[in-house]
């Protein structure tokens, strides 16, 4: 019994093995469903799709110390990929999927390379640019965005089968897990280290012989298929998409919500998922002095706030303030130890 | 040849309150180096104020404000003040004490200050739609009338149409301006101005306040943002023309200026805010309705090639 539960330890020090469980955990989801409300499992649903698009901002930001705004638009951009696929073109749910990926790198390669060729700085100016063009965009492309309207898809089909929203919901955890380990192996691989040491000190991995551009490019790029594919995951659970509400505020929360858990965890992401997320839909909601429609945008203020007080004291995060204070805990506990062995 | 000259002439007429945008944009971006998001915002504050002063309850049957020339004036005085006192605040709580952040986490914080701003603003506006009048409606029969009047008539024998609000917001920004640069070039603040934006650091060593002089910038910066704002919302003259978000496409139109114009000069932006104005106004004629989009996808590969903008310097930067 005791070497099982010592396997069981030294396999959840592996992070890989951790995300599992994760998964293992969020599939227990579809199966409390009818106990939960609709709106608290549909709640739950987006802010793990939203974590999806999290996971790849944080690559940006946190490794590649670059912003952008233009991270709702790509979602946007997922969901209308989406509804094309599923309902015009008709394709299967992973052909889809990899139509999706392929306009995400034909985007990110174009609006990458114009900003980042002037400033790493410039990007969050470029891609808020990108962000009024797409409206103007998904204004008139109205037979796969539905203009003004937006635009309602069918379930997707997979197997031969048309999935309900509780089987949607495993697809979407099948895809939170994959990519969780996908950043934590793009982190752990060369790559990650060169994008870190751009953001340390650009000249320096310039004489160490690092392509400071084209890592880059390659983290914006990643950031916009994982923004793509949480669209296409998003249209797929909600199946409801209009163009005028992806704007500005969803991209900032979705900085926000990296930002304040922690940009260089993945699990502080999570937590900054759920926070920022989560605090909207759980918290106020259900309280009654704050559902007056003037209080709608209150989560704002506090996301806000958040973002500007752990980006002035805290720029590791909660992330970084958990693990701060796990070490003094340590510290403390040898401390005591040592006094004891000193007696 | 007449058709261009119109379309140059109208635009220049129009470019005025993004000038001023693009101008305050700079001013920060030099003084404390950063590209302020914010600033959109903070100019909506003071939309917002004003149309309170003007109109504290908005009309439900959508009716636009009439009020007098004297009462607009005190409304968009109290409302530039309030951008001018808020922006200020901005630099004395947040940005005098994350100086040495990077350029990145700087625009983070001024973004999470556009979070707050959206948040907070129905909360004490409250939701239903908000409008301001235009500037000509109660000016006409005082002696300012007379006088754009004169100019007016003058544009009109050219054969351009110009309004009476386009031709007040053009002198006032162009008077604005005009007096920035001066006092740029000629005052204290702007000596130290000039020194901040070269080397912080050292400017503060040889003896310049730079906590001031950043400050003041700020300040200046949300007293011309609140300038913009007001003359752009009340641009239209219709109903529901003040919202949280009007100001964000005009922010774009500024950014991708002062990119054009490059930020490393004070007049550069200026003048690429103005060609913006122009090409605007020219493309709309011809690839309607993808003018404005035609345009950020010009400035793009113009960027492309010059990545420092048609004004731009560039800087050696030391290791």
Request: overall charge positive; charged content about 10%; proline content about 2%.
């Amino acid at each position: 019994m005791d070497k099982i539960k010592h396997f069981i330890q030294l396999k959840l020090k592996n992070p890989l093995y951790q995300f599992l469980l994760f998964g293992v955990l969020l599939l227990l989801l579809p199966i409390l469903s009818p106990f939960m409300s609709v709106t608290t499992t549909d709640a739950l649903a987006k802010t793990l799709i939203y974590f999806i698009v999290a996971l790849g901002f944080s690559l940006l930001i946190g490794y590649g110390g670059l912003a952008s705004l233009g991270t709702s638009s790509f979602i946007a951009i997922g969901t209308f990929v989406a509804y094309a696929g599923i309902n015009e073109f008709e394709l299967p749910f992973l052909l889809t999927i990899l139509l999706g990926v392929f306009i995400a790198l034909i985007f990110g390669l174009i609006f990458g390379i114009v900003s980042l060729r002037i400033e790493g700085m410039y990007l969050a100016i470029v891609t808020l640019g990108l962000s009024e063009i797409m409206i103007e965009l998904f204004k008139n492309f109205d037979r796969f965005t539905g203009g003004v309207s937006g635009t309602t898809s069918r379930a997707i089909e997979m197997f031969g089968l048309r999935l309900t929203s509780n089987e949607t919901l495993i697809i979407v955890v099948v895809f939170v897990v994959l990519a969780m380990v996908l950043t934590y192996n793009l982190i752990n691989s060369p790559f990650g280290r060169a994008l870190l040491s751009i953001k340390n000190n650009d000249s320096a991995a310039q004489a160490m012989g690092i392509s400071v551009i084209k890592y880059r490019l390659i983290a914006f790029i990643v950031s916009t298929v994982y923004a793509v594919l949480g669209g296409i995951l998003y249209m797929s659970y909600v199946k409801f998409s209009m163009g005028s509400t992806w704007g500005l505020a969803i991209s900032l929360n979705i900085l926000a919500a990296v930002v304040v858990g922690g940009s260089k965890s993945i699990w502080g992401v999570l937590l900054g998922t759920f926070m920022i997320f989560g605090m909207d839909l759980i918290l106020f909601k259900n309280i009654d002095f704050l559902s007056d429609s003037k209080f709608a945008n209150l989560s704002f203020v506090i996301s806000g706030l958040l973002i500007i007080l752990v980006t002035m004291f805290y720029p590791n995060g909660l992330a970084g303030l958990i693990n701060e204070l796990k070490y003094k805990i340590k510290r403390l506990r040898l401390k005591h130890q040592a006094g004891k062995d000193h007696e | 040849m007449q058709f261009f000259f119109d379309i140059f002439l109208s635009g220049l007429l129009q470019s005025a309150p993004l000038a001023l945008a693009t101008f305050a944009i700079v001013l920060i971006f030099r003084t404390s180096f950063t590209t302020n998001f914010a600033q959109g915002m903070i100019g909506t504050v003071a939309a917002f104020i004003t149309t309170y002063i003007i109109m504290p309850a908005p009309d439900i049957q959508g009716n636009v404000a009439t009020p007098s020339f004297l009462e607009y004036l005190v409304a968009i005085g109290a409302g530039i003040l309030v951008s001018f006192i808020l922006s200020m605040l901005i630099d004395i709580l947040v940005f005098r004490h994350s100086r040495y952040l990077n350029p990145v986490g700087k625009q983070i914080i001024t973004m999470g200050v556009v979070l707050v701003i959206t948040g907070l603003l129905p909360i004490f506006f409250g939701i239903a739609d908000r409008s301001l009048p235009r500037f000509g409606a109660n000016i006409e029969d005082t002696f300012l009338g007379d006088f754009f009047q004169v100019f007016i008539s003058l544009f009109d024998n050219m054969g351009i149409n110009v309004g009476l609000h386009t031709m007040i917001s053009f002198t006032l920004s162009a008077l604005i301006i005009t007096v920035i640069f001066v006092a740029l070039k000629y005052t204290k603040w702007g000596l130290g101005v000039r020194a901040t934006a070269s080397n912080e650091r050292v400017a503060s060593m040889m003896g310049v306040n730079t906590k001031f002089i950043t400050a003041m910038s700020w300040a200046i910066a949300g007293g011309l943002g609140a300038i913009a704002a007001i003359m752009i919302s009340s641009n239209k003259g219709t109903f529901g023309n003040v919202t949280t978000y009007f100001m964000i496409s005009i922010q774009v139109q500024a950014f991708f200026s002062a990119i054009l114009g490059g930020f490393s000069t004070f007049y550069g932006p200026v003048i690429g805010a103005i060609i913006f104005s122009v090409l605007n106004n020219l493309f709309g004629v011809y690839f309607n309705p993808w003018g404005t989009t035609v345009l950020y996808l010009t400035i793009m590969v113009i960027v492309l090639f010059k990545p420092l903008g048609l004004f731009g310097k560039k800087i050696a930067k030391k290791v």
